[in-house]
């Protein structure tokens, strides 16, 4: 059945300062498992709408005990799709990102929308969704739970690097985020040189 997690978060920043620390939000340092940022594929439709595909590559740090269930070569980093659409008339951007690999272990397909909030307009709004599944027979739950705690975990960092990278635009204090949710900090072992997938197809569809 797999877990869910749902947040709403009111930012007090215009939606065009946003979007702009949204493309500016790597790097920042409470986001240090983001290791690279690679724009796959852009487009500008007759619609007037940005359509972005971008490939991120995280670290992987497993849980102990999960450590001495798996092979010890399995990869310690995750491959991230991010696709994106902007919408510069409805004063909108949706995301959806989803992992490449390490998908039979466990599977993170996470949806945002950010929107002018229209009872404030100079505020915006964020919707965040997403749902952790895994298929490994025996584990699937607590591997679940895992997924789910360590999307709060890095949700909460990805948050602060929105701040950090609205405040370098405002050139003052950073805006207030009016959520529950506090970033906790976690260091991470340097990581060997992997290759990669990539590609520059075009993407069949986007969120």
């Given at each position: 059945m797999?877990?869910s997690f749902y947040?709403?978060v009111?930012?007090?920043s215009?939606?065009?300062?946003?979007?702009?620390a949204?493309?500016?939000?790597?790097?920042?340092?409470?986001?240090?498992h983001?290791?690279t940022e690679?724009?796959?594929?852009?487009?500008?439709t007759?619609s007037?709408?940005?359509?972005s595909?971008?490939?991120?590559?995280?670290?992987?740090?497993?849980?102990?005990w999960a450590e001495?269930?798996f092979?010890a070569?399995?990869?310690?980093a995750?491959?991230?799709?991010e696709?994106?659409?902007?919408d510069?008339?409805?004063?909108?951007?949706?995301?959806?990102t989803?992992?490449?690999?390490?998908d039979?272990?466990m599977?993170v397909v996470?949806?945002?929308?950010?929107?002018?909030?229209c009872s404030?307009?100079t505020?915006?709004?964020?919707?965040?969704?997403?749902w952790?599944?895994?298929?490994?027979?025996g584990?699937?739950?607590?591997?679940?739970?895992?997924?789910?705690?360590r999307?709060?975990?890095?949700?909460a960092k990805?948050?602060?690097?929105?701040e950090?990278a609205?405040?370098r635009i405002?050139?003052?204090?950073p805006p207030?985020?009016?959520?529950?949710?506090?970033?906790s900090?976690?260091k991470?072992k340097p990581?060997?040189?992997?290759?990669p997938?990539?590609s520059?197809?075009?993407?069949?569809?986007f969120?």
């Open positions: 797999g877990r947040s709403e009111h930012i007090k215009p939606w065009d300062q946003v979007l702009a949204f493309w500016q939000r790597y790097p920042n340092p409470y986001s240090t983001v290791l690679d724009v796959l594929y852009r487009e500008v007759p007037n709408h940005l359509l595909r971008k490939l991120l590559t995280k670290t992987n740090r497993l849980p102990g001495r269930i092979p070569h399995m990869a310690r995750v491959y991230v799709l696709d994106s659409i902007v510069l008339e409805a004063n909108t951007l949706i995301t959806k989803w992992n490449l690999n390490h039979t272990l599977t996470e949806h945002c929308m950010f929107e002018q909030d404030r307009p505020w915006t709004k964020l919707r965040r969704e997403a952790i599944s895994s298929s490994v027979y584990l699937a739950r607590p591997i679940q739970e895992f997924g789910l705690a999307f709060k975990s890095n949700q990805a948050m602060r690097g929105l950090y609205l405040s405002q050139t003052e204090a207030h985020l009016h959520d529950d949710q506090g970033a900090s976690e991470h990581l060997p040189t992997q290759a997938p990539t520059t197809q075009k993407p069949n569809q969120v």
